[in-house]
């Protein structure tokens, strides 16, 4: 029997049927799942923007659908399918496509530090998560009600304070200052209820 975490979502990796590789991980809710066992294309669960998924309807990546197995907990499943073009939104042919072998993503105490992109989805995530409890006194929320023209005003004077920063400041300050700019934008995409998809799928063809 699948059992789906307290958030409702069910671990979900993807296999390419024919060579075996893992092409991506993700999440499916009770209704992605049900499509996804329907058929022919695989479903999702995005977490960053709060709605159902359907791999490749934007890019074209469909995933179609081999077989559906699941663990002996039943608590995360294997998708198997043959992909049409590639799974990453980088272009890349599989999500898993960086080898961790730099050890200066090792902390003293020997465990990985999450750098990157994927700090800035659990931003992401702790955003949409404000946006849907509006806890009291919290600062994305005020930002949200306020409306996407002053949080794009937000986002001008965090990049002025970037640039001044760049020219006159430590780097620490930088960092300080283009991290605040970097938040603004996630809150800015969030207020316009954007997916940041969208901006990944730029990014990545700005890569040559």
């Known amino acids: 029997m699948i059992q789906f975490d307290d958030r409702g979502l069910l671990a979900v ?3 390419d049927a024919d060579s075996g590789r893992v092409l991506m991980h993700a999440y499916m809710n009770k209704e992605a799942l049900k499509r996804t066992l329907e058929g022919p294309d695989a479903w999702f669960y995005s977490r960053s923007r709060q709605e159902l998924w359907h791999k490749g309807e934007t890019s074209g990546n469909f995933f179609k659908v081999i077989e559906v197995q699941q663990d002996c907990d039943g608590d995360a499943i294997v998708v198997q399918v043959n992909p049409v073009g590639p ?7 599989s999500c898993f496509d960086t080898t961790v072998l730099d050890s200066a993503l090792l902390e003293a105490d020997g465990s990985t530090e999450k750098l990157g992109p994927g700090v800035i989805q659990e931003l992401l995530d702790v955003i949409n998560q404000r946006v849907a409890e509006k806890p009291e006194g919290s600062y994305t929320v005020s930002l949200i009600e306020e409306g996407p023209g002053r949080v794009a005003q937000k986002v001008v004077e965090e990049a002025g304070e970037t640039a001044i920063a760049s020219v006159s400041q430590t780097h620490d300050d930088v960092a300080a200052e283009m991290g605040d700019l970097l938040y603004h934008c996630m809150v800015l995409l969030a207020s316009l209820k954007m997916p940041v998809d969208m901006v990944w799928e730029v990014l990545a063809k700005r890569r040559s």
């Open 87 to 93: 799974a990453c939104h980088t272009e890349a042919e």
């Open 13 to 15: 990796i993807v296999q």
